[in-house]
């Protein structure tokens, strides 16, 4: 286990998204203008007409394999969205559901939002993340040098 502190807080973003935003990509353009280097997606919601998440369907191997789920033309709600910024790159995790059931994965590009969606972003101030590959595989989090 490693954990990261920083002394320092940072700036909250509400970023509001409305009918055709792209979920994904307008949360990459809202860290870039914003210059966020590290922090986090404290929460997100809203409805979506076009979504895909993937996950991993496999435990002993790396590249693990993956699945992607997608929804096409087709009414979401976007219940829970959360991730970890590092370095200005985003790790987002999504749960959408429909009348039946509810499913989470890693979010992809193309997601389009319905009515509206909500992102709260919280920069973490005087933190240095980035993401390196493990000794396994799997990119892990790291502290940025120099």
Request: hydrophobic fraction near 40%; charged fraction near 20%.
């Amino acid at each position: 286990m490693r954990c990261f502190e920083s002394p320092a807080g940072g700036r909250v973003m509400v970023v509001r998204l409305n009918r055709g935003d792209l979920l994904r990509e307008s949360i990459e353009q809202a860290i870039a203008e914003h210059n966020i280097s590290d922090g986090c997606l404290a929460c997100g919601y809203g409805t979506l007409d076009n979504c895909t998440l993937h996950m991993i369907n496999t435990i002993e191997e790396f590249p693990a394999r993956e699945d992607f789920v997608s929804w096409k033309g087709y009414p979401l709600e976007l219940v829970s969205m959360t991730g970890v910024i590092a370095d200005g790159v985003p790790h987002i995790h999504a749960v959408v559901s429909d009348k039946g059931k509810a499913t989470g994965g890693h979010l992809e590009y193309g997601c389009s939002v319905i009515y509206l969606a909500e992102i709260v972003i919280y920069e973490h101030a005087g933190m240095s993340l980035t993401r390196e590959s493990s000794d396994w595989g799997p990119l892990e989090l790291v502290e940025r040098q120099g």
